[in-house]
DNA sequence: AACTACGTACAGAATAAACTGTACGTAAAA
DNA sequence: TTTTACGTACAGTTTATTCTGTACGTAGTT
């Protein structure tokens, strides 16, 4: 192996850890880490040779990357099989799709103890006075997660 | 089960899904969210108990907890076991601690990046002119680490 | 000083996640 | 139309993580 391809490894390597952290397992990260680092839109087939992996993996994370907007397929004329490119935006795209995935998730969980609440207040179930602090708390809670709702809404990029 | 204690149950388990988001293991969140839930500080022995797991689970966890400052232990004259209570700031401790894992982590895999690259450079290794774009790459990830820990310091609470 | 009870290290077991190989549906090529 | 090559579903295997039980060091109690 040439010296500047063990360099590219080994920056492969370390932003992979990086990208890890936006929550995408490992071989996600590191086609990612892989393609971003390529001259060129690459194939599963190239993509499970380079990593030494099944193309089942490669399809695989190709597709979660996909869905999140971080790899997008491209053609070439005469190329039969599919062809993919990272996404260069990195601080936007990666932002973009992680700051999303909390507004939802925060979202989806506040709505859920609000129905939990309604639910049982409506069947007459309420804690009794001398628990007062519990209302307290699960108000607290909500507002919890109205307020991730809100910082993150804030700083998701335009 | 009492329907209080039922709905305290379901409030636990759903509040826990959230906080597994900040990068807490399954056990951790539902230690966390009973404790918070919880109307005194509790042992390690009653944790268990009451989740149905192993003190060991509990003392790692707690501890875990504890490290990230969303868990304190206290004191109470003539109990011998140690007591500990959740923090009740939510939003302050749970954004602080994750925010800050996220600025040491970007700071930290940065230098590593620029470790290579520099070690590199002094070993004469540099990418072909016709592989230009690849330095280009280079910064552009190395840039993306500063924004993202820029981001991050923007948005911690003071 | 001897005893008891606490929290945790450590190694192994159980559980969950990631990865692979085969097999199939589909679309391009012959 | 037949053949070939592609991507992916699915079930099973491997690997990693989480959890448990025992065993030990330490500190409080008698």
Do not use: C
Not at 54 to 66: D, G, V, Y
Not at 82 to 100: H, P
């Amino acid at each position: 192996m040439t010296e500047v391809k063990q360099l590219t490894e080994k920056v492969m390597i370390e932003f992979a850890k990086t990208i890890e952290m936006f929550d995408l397992s490992p071989m996600e990260a590191r086609v990612f880490s892989y393609l971003y680092l390529a001259d060129e839109a690459l194939t599963l087939d190239e993509m499970a040779e380079a990593l030494g992996k099944s193309k089942t993996s490669m399809s695989n994370s190709i597709r979660n990357l996909a869905d999140l907007n971080l790899v997008s397929q491209v053609w070439k004329k005469g190329v039969r099989k599919d062809l993919y490119q990272a996404n260069t935006q990195l601080f936007k795209s990666f932002m973009t799709s992680y700051i999303n995935k909390w507004i939802e998730a925060a979202n989806y969980q506040k709505d859920n103890l609000e129905t939990i609440l309604e639910q049982a207040h409506a069947e007459g179930v309420r804690f009794p006075d001398e628990e007062g602090t519990k209302e307290e708390k699960l108000s607290a809670i909500i507002e919890f997660h109205q307020d991730v709702e809100t910082l993150f809404r804030k700083i998701k990029p335009q």
